[in-house]
DNA sequence: TAGATTGTTAATCGATTAACAATC
DNA sequence: TAGATTGTTAATCGATTAACAATC
């Protein structure tokens, strides 16, 4: 069995990725550890230390091909797996999320959006026709879907994704405010947006006092 | 001087304060570090050690009192000094994270929408009249928000975090995919919900290999 | 008072950084 | 080959957990 990598090392997979699709897109093709840490302003060392938690992917001398790392963080990360999602809740934020993200650049694909208010049920988001909520069961069991991304209510995300656990779902992104709780082989990635406000709070009332005095 | 308190304290803070709300909006008057760890899925330790950065908050044999400490955290975050922000870019993403935040409870006071679209600029979102972007020079030195919400075009963000930095802008909550660079005497938040998704994508991969043998 | 639970110190654990031999 | 830069080990640093005396 392998080693089991660090959380720290995943939470930042993501922004290696980022910043490797920017240097390909530029046509930049090769890259030293060193050169990528002033960009990303981390250290040479962690960059190194982090990559070398799936494999050596570089070469002593020249650095490590852009194209090749990309592709090999991409499939680290799974984005080439075709996982499908479905979102529960066609309201502002459902919307936004659906239209603005690139799903299947990020390793998944919307199959399905849902919603109990007939108002918007059959109304389109981003080329996929919203359907009532209630046939959601049917749904999943048909297509199999693996993550749900839940905009709804708070009131309404516990019982939410209770049902769809037992449809067969395994993993949420949660948008409400209600904090879905850790639950045994379900993987969860609750967004709080307001937190980041608050945490710049912080920041600006830190500053503000140290300028003070 | 204090010492400095460290990053991870300061990120787990909103949710120590979003806890506490929860508790205090269902009635809970008193709770011990225990009881909330149970609830947060952290250690009692943690709580503990996490707190007493900022000072004892907590009484021997009782706990603590869930709307002082609730109190004593707005404070420590900032949360009720009034600060004041504007957003720039009144898209999709901007009117979503306009509408459907509860600013003034996370420290800050929405009081600017700008757009260079002529076709949005007038148009109202949430009680704020989006003005056009030209105006926010003057609207900055008249009204010195200190933060500035970034939802605007990746190509954009780098030369309007400039303009605005030069107007006085000191921090800043970016949504678009460009990562803002650290810049001295410069607050940045940036925001990455594709990442969320890789992260998923992971950690969805990593069970499904694990189940797999 | 006795029981509970904090605040705080000490021990452990893990993550980051530094250093350098290996090697392209 | 000489220079550059990786992969990897060792050293450092910081964060988390455990333990318990203080005390409400």
Do not use: W
């Not at 002033?38 to 570089?58: E, H, K, P, Y």
């Not at 948008?175 to 850790?182: A, P």
Request: aromatic fraction near 10%; charged fraction near 25%; proline fraction near 2%.
């Amino acid at each position: 069995m392998e080693k089991k990598v660090s959380g720290s090392v995943i939470n930042r997979l993501p922004r290696y990725y980022r910043h490797l699709t920017d240097l390909y897109d530029s046509g930049i093709e090769r890259i030293s550890s060193k050169e990528l840490s002033r960009r990303m302003d981390v250290t040479a060392s962690q960059i190194r230390q982090d990559l070398n938690c799936f494999g050596g992917f570089g070469q002593q001398g020249y650095g490590y091909n852009v194209e090749f790392l990309k592709t090999e963080i991409a499939n680290i990360l799974g984005l080439n797996r075709g996982y499908t999602a479905v979102m529960v809740g066609a309201g502002n934020m459902g919307r936004t999320f659906a239209t603005n993200t690139k799903f299947e650049s990020r390793g998944f694909k919307l199959i399905g959006i849902f919603d109990s208010d007939p108002a918007v049920v059959g109304s389109d988001i981003h080329g996929i026709k919203v359907s009532a909520y209630s046939e959601i069961g049917d749904f999943i069991k048909e297509n199999k879907p693996c993550m749900a991304i839940l905009t709804v209510p708070k009131e309404a995300t516990k019982s939410v994704a209770e049902e769809l656990i037992g449809y067969g779902i395994k993993a949420f992104m949660n948008f409400s405010y209600s904090e879905l709780r850790q639950m045994e082989g379900i993987i969860v990635e609750n967004v709080h947006l307001g937190d980041s406000l608050m945490r710049l709070s912080y920041k600006i009332s830190e500053k503000d006092e140290s300028g003070e005095r």
